[in-house]
């Protein structure tokens, strides 16, 4: 390999990027998804398990897949009845 493998060096490569990610209230997240940098994730949006967001996904909305897409709308909390009443 023509990079350094031992820690002391590696974490001395150089500038740390890092960019906003940013995820609104009473959102799902699966397993194993990987989240691009400058994504916005909106409220009550839910992403299925494996998904590579690679854009916005829009509130109350189910994305899947690789790159992730929006399936389905989802219904907002105010139009859900509540099962316990």
């Known amino acids: 390999a023509t990079h350094p493998l031992a820690a002391a060096v590696r974490r001395n490569c150089g500038p740390e ?4 990610v ?3 209230d009473d ?3 699966g397993g194993n998804v990987v989240i ?5 994730i ?3 949006a839910v ?3 494996g998904a590579v967001v690679t854009k916005d996904v829009p509130p109350y909305s189910l994305a ?3 790159p992730a897409k929006v399936i ?4 907002r909390e105010a139009d859900k009845t509540n099962p316990s009443s």
Request: a positive charge.
């Open 64 to 66: 899947v897949g690789n």
């Open 36 to 40: 691009l940098p400058n994504v916005k």
């Open 72 to 75: 389905k709308q989802l219904p």
């Open 17 to 20: 990027l890092a960019h906003p």
């Open 42 to 44: 909106g409220e009550g």
């Open 27 to 29: 959102v799902w997240i």
């Open 47 to 49: 992403i299925g398990a």
């Open 22 to 24: 940013t995820v609104g």
